[in-house]
């Protein structure tokens, strides 16, 4: 479970960390990719995703699926992906991973999954997208990898039973935002399993970067041999040597916008809006 109180020290530690990844930056490798999976969202397609609804992360928001309240819309070649602020309290029926039900709640989101559609074991993983608005409390878009055998709904294979974060269900955040540090930044990292259900240190090897998230960028990881190497626009922003050999397993996608905690939302709803998402591997 993600821990909000993680994210506190979020603020000190920004500048530094754009400070050092400035000078760091390295282009693209030279590695022949070709591409095994690649949607562009002319329409919403169940052969890649599906909608995903379950409680996490005491999160405020409750997720709905088929587009409800148009929190997960496809339209004129994009995903748009909504925390939608209804202005009444509804009875919500997401359950976390013990069998509780979310508490009624007047926010509704879209979150979807590549769960059981396409997964990979390595390879590269990029998303063009973009966040207008960034910063404003309580905002918490992601797009991010889980492993294939990660026990949370929608469970539909018999060895879907390994618990967060251990092997099987390993995690890595591609792009995360969390508004507790302010507009314009985002987290890349890999979680370091502490090796038991629910022990995940989520700052150990993390990078938070510096963008313009109201602007499309593309972010990507690559996890071809011993380490992940964290890209934005084809640029190298970070790279976690060692990291890709304690994640061996195929991993699903996850696109997802939720509401962290119970501010108000000053506009009436939060957009992240997805150009395409693919997959390469190495030819």
């Given at each position: 479970?993600?821990?909000?109180?993680?994210?506190?020290?979020?603020?000190?530690?920004?500048l530094?960390?754009?400070?050092?990844?400035?000078i760091n930056?390295?282009?693209?490798s030279?590695?022949i990719?070709k591409?095994?999976?690649?949607?562009?969202?002319?329409?919403?397609?169940?052969?890649?995703?599906?909608?995903?609804?379950?409680?996490v992360?005491?999160?405020?928001?409750?997720?709905?699926p088929?587009?409800q309240?148009?929190?997960?819309?496809?339209?004129?070649?994009?995903?748009?992906l909504?925390?939608?602020?209804?202005?009444?309290?509804?009875?919500?029926?997401?359950?976390?991973?013990?069998?509780?039900?979310?508490?009624?709640?007047?926010?509704?989101?879209?979150?979807?999954?590549?769960?059981?559609?396409?997964?990979?074991a390595?390879?590269?993983?990029?998303?063009?997208?973009k966040?207008?608005?960034?910063?404003?409390?309580?905002?918490?878009?992601?797009?991010?990898l889980?492993?294939?055998?990660?026990?949370?709904?929608?469970?539909e294979d018999?060895?879907?039973?390994?618990?967060?974060?251990?092997?099987?269900?390993g995690?890595?955040?591609?792009?995360?935002h969390?508004?507790?540090?302010?507009?314009d930044?985002?987290?890349?990292?890999?979680?370091?399993?502490?090796g038991?259900?629910?022990?995940?240190?989520?700052?150990?090897?993390?990078?938070?970067?510096?963008?313009?998230l109201?602007?499309?960028?593309?972010?990507?990881?690559?996890?071809?041999?011993n380490?992940?190497?964290?890209?934005?626009?084809?640029?190298?922003?970070y790279?976690?040597?060692?990291?890709?050999?304690?994640?061996?397993?195929?991993?699903?996608?996850?696109?997802?916008?939720?509401k962290?905690?119970?501010?108000?939302?000053?506009?009436?709803?939060?957009?992240?809006?997805?150009?395409?998402?693919?997959?390469?591997?190495i030819?």
């Amino acid at each position: 479970m993600k821990i909000l109180l993680l994210f506190i020290a979020l603020t000190s530690i920004l500048l530094s960390t754009f400070s050092a990844t400035a000078i760091n930056l390295k282009p693209s490798s030279d590695n022949i990719w070709k591409t095994d999976f690649f949607d562009d969202f002319e329409t919403f397609n169940p052969d890649n995703w599906q909608d995903q609804m379950l409680w996490v992360n005491n999160e405020n928001q409750c997720y709905v699926p088929d587009n409800q309240y148009n929190t997960r819309e496809v339209s004129n070649g994009t995903l748009k992906l909504r925390v939608v602020d209804l202005g009444v309290k509804q009875p919500c029926d997401n359950l976390d991973k013990f069998g509780k039900r979310k508490l009624d709640t007047q926010y509704v989101a879209g979150r979807i999954a590549s769960k059981n559609r396409k997964e990979f074991a390595k390879g590269k993983w990029t998303a063009r997208l973009k966040v207008e608005n960034s910063g404003q409390p309580g905002m918490f878009p992601a797009w991010w990898l889980l492993g294939a055998q990660n026990n949370e709904p929608p469970l539909e294979d018999a060895d879907e039973t390994v618990c967060w974060p251990m092997t099987g269900s390993g995690e890595i955040d591609i792009f995360e935002h969390h508004s507790d540090g302010g507009p314009d930044h985002y987290a890349a990292r890999a979680i370091k399993s502490l090796g038991y259900c629910g022990g995940g240190d989520w700052q150990a090897l993390m990078l938070v970067q510096k963008t313009s998230l109201a602007e499309f960028h593309e972010y990507s990881v690559e996890w071809t041999g011993n380490s992940l190497i964290f890209r934005l626009d084809g640029v190298e922003v970070y790279r976690g040597p060692g990291q890709g050999d304690l994640i061996s397993e195929p991993m699903f996608a996850v696109l997802n916008f939720a509401k962290i905690n119970d501010s108000p939302m000053v506009l009436n709803e939060w957009v992240m809006e997805v150009d395409w998402v693919k997959h390469e591997s190495i030819r």
